[in-house]
């Protein structure tokens, strides 16, 4: 579907997510609030959200239900973390604590299988892509974006030393912080690329891929994930649109 008015993916934009992106630490509230902003308006550009059903998968403290729900959406949040839900106050109504590659919700039960940025936190990344495409109904849509391990920002805050390996990192910043880091290597964090992940969606013929591109890059920037090798380190975050075949 074209990009209308009310998202235009270019150079602009870019600019502003990576200015945005400095003040994570910071400022996390009103960081992932205009993050999540920004991704829903692009998910718009796939799939009307007015009255849909759209679950997000690993939603934490529920910025993107919230934003869905703004845009018309019927939505709620399944983690794993009951910790991460209530980590800014109350979970958002309807949130259910449950395991992303076993959720309980039937078999093409939902219009939207929303999932940002996790993952690479996922230890069975075929499994997790196999329960969002089983709830999503035929003809509804599945959003999967994910931070590439080869990428600059692929060890989170342990980057860049990730790129000496993930569990140098882990101990090199436990070492400068006095604690181990958030996202644990081999534990909470797992070196997916973008290679694999396309290769497995491609492979399946219960799914169309709709677009493949990098998430936070202008549009024009899609040719990278053809080219192996340098998609690898250049794309960053990876944005896979999925439709669900009948």
Same mark, same amino acid.
């Given at each position: 579907?074209?990009?209308?008015?009310?998202?235009?993916?270019?150079?602009?934009?870019?600019?502003?997510?990576?200015?945005?992106?400095?003040?994570? #630490?910071?400022?996390?509230?009103?960081?992932?609030?205009?993050?999540?902003?920004? *991704?829903?308006? #692009? %998910?718009? #550009?796939?799939?009307? %959200?007015?009255?849909?059903?759209?679950?997000?998968?690993?939603?934490?403290?529920?910025?993107?239900?919230?934003?869905?729900?703004?845009?018309?959406?019927?939505?709620? +949040?399944?983690?794993?973390?009951?910790?991460?839900?209530?980590?800014?106050? $109350?979970?958002?109504?309807?949130?259910?604590?449950?395991?992303?590659?076993?959720?309980?919700?039937?078999?093409?039960?939902?219009?939207?299988?929303?999932?940002?940025?996790?993952?690479?936190?996922?230890?069975?990344?075929?499994?997790?892509?196999?329960?969002?495409?089983?709830?999503?109904? $035929?003809?509804?849509?599945?959003?999967?974006?994910? *931070?590439?391990?080869?990428?600059?920002?692929?060890?989170?805050?342990?980057? $860049?030393?990730?790129?000496?390996?993930?569990?140098?990192?882990?101990?090199?910043?436990?070492?400068?912080?006095?604690?181990?880091?958030?996202?644990?290597?081999?534990?909470?964090?797992?070196?997916?690329?973008?290679?694999?992940?396309?290769?497995?969606?491609?492979?399946?013929?219960?799914?169309?891929?709709?677009?493949?591109?990098?998430?936070?890059?202008?549009?024009? +920037?899609?040719?990278?994930?053809?080219?192996?090798?340098?998609?690898?380190?250049?794309?960053?975050?990876?944005?896979?649109? %999925?439709?669900? #075949?009948?």
């Amino acid at each position: 579907m074209s990009e209308s008015k009310a998202f235009r993916a270019d150079l602009a934009r870019s600019a502003r997510l990576f200015r945005a992106f400095r003040t994570e #630490q910071s400022a996390p509230e009103a960081y992932y609030t205009a993050l999540a902003r920004d *991704t829903i308006h #692009q %998910l718009s #550009q796939y799939a009307d %959200l007015d009255g849909r059903i759209v679950i997000d998968v690993g939603g934490g403290p529920g910025f993107f239900v919230r934003e869905l729900n703004r845009m018309g959406a019927r939505s709620f +949040c399944i983690d794993a973390d009951s910790g991460e839900m209530a980590m800014l106050g $109350p979970p958002e109504h309807g949130s259910i604590v449950a395991s992303a590659t076993s959720m309980p919700l039937a078999s093409g039960s939902v219009d939207v299988c929303f999932s940002s940025n996790v993952l690479e936190h996922v230890k069975d990344p075929a499994g997790f892509i196999d329960e969002m495409i089983r709830i999503t109904r $035929p003809g509804g849509l599945v959003y999967l974006s994910y *931070t590439v391990w080869l990428s600059p920002w692929g060890g989170h805050e342990t980057a $860049p030393f990730h790129y000496l390996g993930g569990h140098y990192a882990a101990r090199r910043y436990a070492r400068r912080h006095g604690k181990e880091p958030k996202n644990l290597y081999g534990q909470s964090m797992f070196p997916t690329g973008v290679g694999p992940i396309l290769s497995l969606v491609r492979r399946r013929s219960d799914v169309a891929v709709v677009e493949a591109r990098p998430r936070y890059y202008p549009r024009w +920037c899609k040719f990278l994930v053809l080219i192996p090798g340098l998609r690898e380190l250049l794309t960053w975050n990876l944005l896979v649109i %999925l439709r669900r #075949q009948a």
